[in-house]
């Protein structure tokens, strides 16, 4: 695969993590920020896969992300583009920051498709508005990474922005419109920030790049040696044939978790910004959200059912029920189903202190909904009580989940859509509409969709503690049981 035309193919690489603390209750550690619907319906990580493939021309796309969040991206992926493309995917069993996962993503593209091959970086939290002007970039990204520049996007700023980096351009690059990066900056305080919005030197740090794989992982080797070696260990020890690619915990947990604009950007000589006017925001916050959506004329932005009377500059985003506020200003309500947000305008980057809280407690809603994706489908709480805990599980067809049991709890299913196989200990039978079966405690049991259709089905669990920790796992397909 590595002839001339191949080594010229450009790979978007989505980098899909994190766990977008600061827009919580809407975004937790199970199902985060990439995944969160927008006010078109469609998620963050949608948009970035559709704007990812209207630049790949024929190329596959290549996502970095975890386990936990493969198989919800790779639905969404061929719900979008199908499956004919096999787009790859490599899974890190912990997050190390930027330089690391880009390095695991060089090697591969490399391997695949040649040294020259060129790599788009592109977070999967990211909105771009103008998709013409971001093609014009990339196109401007592409020419100077065919030129041996590590290229990276500074957005025009709108206005003093303190939540973000910053760079500052340098002389202009000869038969281009980028030019030299001049320095990285850090988040400034308002001042400076005003500072630079004044000088017309310095964009936002967007967090994208385009280079090619040879020339980051060499740029990698010279100024960031030890990541490069662990990267290089850590991809001898990946068969890219098979598919998704998971890097080895033991030697990914050995590698230094830093950034790429600390372990390359900002100390290579061949650096190249492009300067971006395309819509960007990072929706790094509840106040970037709410501004996605037309304001009244008190200035008050609604999603969902709600009553404002005598308020001003409000966003309130709501669920099933009514939201109504009196007589309040500036503030940010945000309703989901287990948990209600009340945050003043100017306090809503504080709101990730409220994940730090609950996480600390052990709480549930740091990390779960009330709806629960999994490989195999999805589960709804319906009640989460002392004495019982009630879901509602929805198998998606050809589905199986692990084969299982539990110390705590005994089970009673019954199925009210769709036809159900069960396995109870050594028994295997169907279990049809309106019909039931009980599995008792420490009994090995396993459900599996042999339809066509999704199976619906009601769990009741009974015992003396209901945590998803009481599962013991013996056989999965869907790689969950740790050696």
Same mark, same amino acid.
């Given at each position: 695969?590595?002839?001339?035309?191949?080594?010229?193919?450009?790979?978007?690489?989505?980098?899909?993590?994190?766990?977008?603390?600061?827009?919580?209750?809407?975004?937790?550690?199970?199902?985060?920020?990439?995944?969160?619907?927008?006010?078109?319906?469609?998620?963050?990580?949608? @948009?970035?896969?559709?704007?990812?493939?209207?630049?790949?021309?024929?190329?596959?796309?290549?996502?970095?992300?975890?386990?936990?969040? $493969?198989? $919800?991206?790779?639905?969404?992926?061929?719900?979008?583009?199908?499956?004919?493309?096999?787009?790859?995917?490599?899974?890190?069993?912990?997050?190390?920051?930027?330089?690391?996962?880009?390095?695991?993503?060089?090697?591969?593209?490399?391997?695949?498709?040649?040294?020259?091959?060129?790599?788009?970086?592109?977070?999967?939290?990211?909105?771009?508005?103008?998709?013409?002007?971001?093609?014009?970039?990339?196109?401007?990204?592409?020419?100077?990474?065919?030129?041996?520049?590590?290229?990276?996007?500074?957005?025009?700023?709108?206005?003093?922005?303190? =939540?973000?980096? $910053?760079?500052?351009?340098? !002389?202009?690059?000869?038969?281009?419109?980028?030019?030299?990066?001049?320095?990285?900056?850090?988040?400034?305080?308002?001042?400076?920030?005003?500072?630079?919005?004044?000088?017309?030197?310095?964009?936002?740090?967007?967090?994208?790049?385009?280079?090619?794989?040879? !020339? $980051?992982? @060499?740029?990698? =080797?010279?100024?960031?040696?030890?990541?490069?070696?662990?990267?290089?260990?850590?991809?001898?020890?990946?068969?890219?044939?098979?598919?998704?690619?998971?890097?080895?915990?033991?030697?990914?947990?050995?590698?230094?978790?830093?950034?790429?604009?600390?372990?390359?950007?900002?100390? !290579?000589?061949?650096?190249?910004?492009?300067?971006?006017?395309?819509?960007?925001?990072?929706?790094?916050?509840?106040?970037?959200?709410?501004?996605?959506?037309?304001?009244?004329?008190?200035?008050?932005?609604?999603?969902?059912? !709600?009553?404002?009377?005598?308020?001003?500059?409000?966003?309130?985003?709501?669920?099933?029920?009514?939201?109504?506020?009196?007589?309040?200003?500036?503030?940010?309500?945000?309703?989901?189903?287990?948990?209600?947000?009340?945050?003043?305008?100017?306090?809503?980057?504080?709101?990730?202190?409220?994940?730090?809280?609950?996480?600390?407690?052990?709480?549930?809603?740091?990390?779960?909904?009330?709806?629960?994706?999994?490989?195999?489908?999805?589960?709804?709480?319906?009640?989460?009580?002392?004495?019982? @805990?009630?879901?509602?599980?929805?198998?998606?067809?050809?589905?199986?989940?692990?084969?299982?049991?539990?110390?705590?709890?005994?089970?009673?299913?019954?199925?009210?859509?769709?036809?159900?196989?069960?396995?109870?200990?050594?028994?295997?039978?169907?279990?049809?509409?309106?019909?039931?079966?009980?599995?008792?405690?420490?009994?090995?049991?396993?459900?599996?969709?042999?339809?066509?259709?999704?199976?619906?089905?009601?769990?009741?669990?009974?015992?003396?503690?209901? =945590?998803?920790?009481?599962?013991?796992?013996?056989?999965?397909?869907?790689?969950?049981?740790?050696?």
């Amino acid at each position: 695969m590595k002839n001339n035309d191949v080594q010229k193919t450009m790979l978007p690489v989505i980098l899909s993590g994190g766990s977008g603390t600061r827009l919580w209750p809407v975004s937790r550690r199970a199902h985060p920020k990439p995944f969160m619907k927008l006010v078109d319906g469609e998620s963050l990580a949608e @948009k970035t896969f559709r704007r990812a493939l209207g630049v790949a021309n024929e190329s596959p796309v290549l996502t970095v992300t975890s386990r936990d969040y $493969y198989f $919800y991206t790779r639905d969404l992926y061929d719900a979008i583009d199908g499956k004919d493309r096999g787009h790859p995917f490599l899974l890190e069993p912990i997050g190390r920051n930027t330089a690391p996962a880009i390095a695991l993503a060089a090697h591969y593209i490399r391997e695949t498709f040649g040294d020259d091959a060129l790599m788009l970086v592109l977070p999967a939290d990211h909105l771009i508005r103008d998709l013409t002007g971001f093609q014009a970039a990339v196109n401007e990204a592409r020419n100077l990474a065919e030129r041996g520049y590590l290229v990276t996007f500074a957005i025009h700023p709108t206005h003093a922005e303190t =939540g973000y980096g $910053y760079i500052r351009k340098g !002389a202009k690059i000869e038969g281009s419109d980028g030019h030299q990066v001049e320095a990285f900056v850090e988040k400034p305080d308002l001042a400076t920030a005003n500072s630079y919005l004044e000088s017309g030197e310095y964009g936002w740090n967007s967090g994208m790049f385009c280079f090619g794989a040879g !020339a $980051y992982l @060499k740029a990698l =080797g010279q100024h960031a040696p030890e990541i490069a070696d662990s990267a290089s260990e850590c991809w001898q020890s990946i068969d890219p044939a098979v598919q998704p690619m998971e890097i080895p915990l033991n030697l990914f947990s050995q590698c230094p978790a830093v950034s790429i604009d600390y372990a390359v950007m900002e100390k !290579a000589s061949n650096c190249a910004v492009v300067g971006a006017d395309f819509g960007w925001s990072d929706i790094g916050s509840w106040k970037a959200m709410s501004e996605l959506y037309e304001s009244d004329a008190a200035g008050n932005r609604i999603d969902g059912k !709600a009553i404002l009377v005598e308020s001003r500059n409000c966003f309130v985003q709501g669920g099933e029920r009514l939201v109504a506020a009196v007589g309040v200003d500036d503030l940010v309500i945000v309703d989901t189903e287990d948990a209600i947000l009340v945050a003043h305008r100017d306090r809503v980057q504080d709101v990730k202190e409220v994940v730090s809280q609950l996480s600390e407690l052990k709480h549930e809603a740091a990390e779960f909904h009330k709806t629960v994706y999994r490989p195999w489908g999805s589960f709804s709480i319906l009640e989460d009580a002392d004495d019982c @805990k009630v879901k509602r599980l929805v198998i998606k067809p050809g589905q199986v989940l692990s084969l299982q049991m539990h110390h705590k709890r005994a089970e009673h299913w019954t199925v009210i859509r769709g036809v159900a196989k069960v396995r109870l200990g050594e028994k295997e039978f169907l279990l049809r509409p309106n019909e039931s079966t009980y599995i008792p405690l420490e009994t090995q049991h396993r459900l599996e969709n042999p339809g066509s259709e999704d199976v619906h089905l009601i769990e009741v669990q009974t015992g003396e503690y209901f =945590g998803e920790d009481d599962i013991i796992r013996y056989e999965d397909i869907y790689g969950r049981i740790k050696p």
